[in-house]
């Protein structure tokens, strides 16, 4: 399997505000463990407010319940929550905060109701192990919570999320959290991958062709400047992957 290393930086990721800025689609990609999200974020401010990178919510009850999400959180960590009907819980990533203006990858793994794990750069925060089964999850968003009242949008850019309905080992994160696209990990478990990257496409346009995203607003900027990280390793299997890899940069 090839490689072509990227630059240390994307300057055609859309900048999210963090007031209204998102993207979603009103339906789910998963409804139930097991589940992998991962994402790289660069947060333009210092530890913002609760935010969410990448969630699966329910239409009709707040943030947080019924739902899946992969969220940062005002202590600067890494977060994986599944809520239920009346009450959520997460995992945490390990202690330190993340950078600000600097790209770092997350992840959040759910292998069953009464285990999950949150990830910053590919290590693994304390398993949380209290069982919480999500309802009626029918919303998918990366940048904010949809759910009955949009909210925890994050301030910064978000690239190359993506949703398996596998539980990837921590062998996988790591390769995610080293660069690999998300298409060459575990592809057949591999069920969403936005790049959310500017590249002749729709600004939400999904690599498994099964879940276009729409923006929020309509009114994204794109990011002009050179980000710092991260170590993005886009692998090529075939010359029709080359040629999807192109797409989507």
Not at 195 to 208: A, I, K, N, R
Not at 222 to 235: C, I, Q, S
């Given at each position: 399997?090839?490689?072509?290393?990227?630059?240390?930086?994307?300057?055609?990721?859309?900048?999210?505000?963090?007031v209204?800025?998102?993207?979603?689609?009103?339906?789910?990609?998963?409804?139930?463990?097991?589940?992998?999200?991962?994402?790289?974020f660069?947060?333009?401010?210092?530890?913002p407010?609760?935010?969410t990178?990448?969630?699966?919510?329910?239409s009709?009850?707040q943030a947080?319940?019924?739902?899946f999400?992969?969220n940062?959180?005002t202590?600067g960590?890494?977060e994986?929550?599944?809520?239920?009907?009346?009450?959520?819980s997460?995992?945490?990533?390990?202690?330190?905060v993340?950078?600000?203006?600097?790209?770092?990858?997350?992840?959040?793994?759910?292998?069953?109701?009464?285990?999950?794990?949150?990830?910053?750069?590919g290590?693994?925060?304390t398993e949380?192990?209290?069982s919480?089964?999500p309802a009626?999850?029918?919303?998918t968003?990366?940048?904010?919570?949809?759910?009955?009242?949009p909210?925890?949008f994050?301030?910064g850019?978000?690239a190359?999320?993506?949703?398996?309905?596998?539980?990837l080992?921590s062998?996988e994160?790591?390769?995610?959290?080293?660069?690999?696209?998300?298409?060459?990990v575990?592809?057949?478990?591999?069920?969403?991958?936005?790049?959310?990257?500017?590249?002749?496409?729709?600004?939400?346009?999904?690599?498994?062709?099964?879940y276009?995203?729409?923006?929020?607003?309509?009114?994204y900027?794109?990011?002009?400047?050179?980000?710092a990280?991260?170590?993005?390793?886009?692998?090529?299997?075939?010359?029709?992957d080359?040629?999807?890899?192109?797409?989507?940069?």
């Amino acid at each position: 399997m090839a490689r072509i290393v990227l630059p240390p930086y994307h300057p055609n990721a859309f900048i999210l505000d963090g007031v209204a800025d998102y993207f979603y689609k009103d339906s789910s990609v998963v409804t139930a463990a097991p589940v992998t999200f991962s994402a790289w974020f660069w947060a333009s401010t210092t530890y913002p407010s609760n935010s969410t990178l990448v969630a699966q919510n329910t239409s009709t009850l707040q943030a947080g319940f019924g739902t899946f999400g992969l969220n940062l959180i005002t202590s600067g960590r890494v977060e994986f929550r599944t809520g239920s009907s009346g009450a959520s819980s997460a995992a945490l990533s390990i202690n330190g905060v993340y950078p600000t203006q600097l790209w770092t990858h997350a992840a959040g793994v759910s292998a069953s109701a009464t285990s999950r794990f949150a990830y910053r750069n590919g290590i693994a925060g304390t398993e949380n192990v209290t069982s919480r089964v999500p309802a009626a999850i029918d919303r998918t968003a990366i940048g904010a919570n949809r759910d009955s009242t949009p909210s925890d949008f994050f301030p910064g850019a978000i690239a190359h999320a993506a949703i398996w309905n596998v539980a990837l080992t921590s062998g996988e994160i790591r390769q995610l959290a080293n660069g690999v696209s998300p298409w060459f990990v575990r592809r057949e478990g591999l069920v969403a991958y936005w790049p959310l990257v500017q590249s002749g496409l729709p600004p939400g346009h999904d690599v498994s062709l099964t879940y276009p995203l729409t923006h929020s607003t309509q009114n994204y900027n794109v990011v002009a400047g050179p980000f710092a990280n991260p170590r993005v390793l886009w692998n090529l299997q075939t010359a029709a992957d080359a040629l999807l890899g192109q797409a989507c940069l």
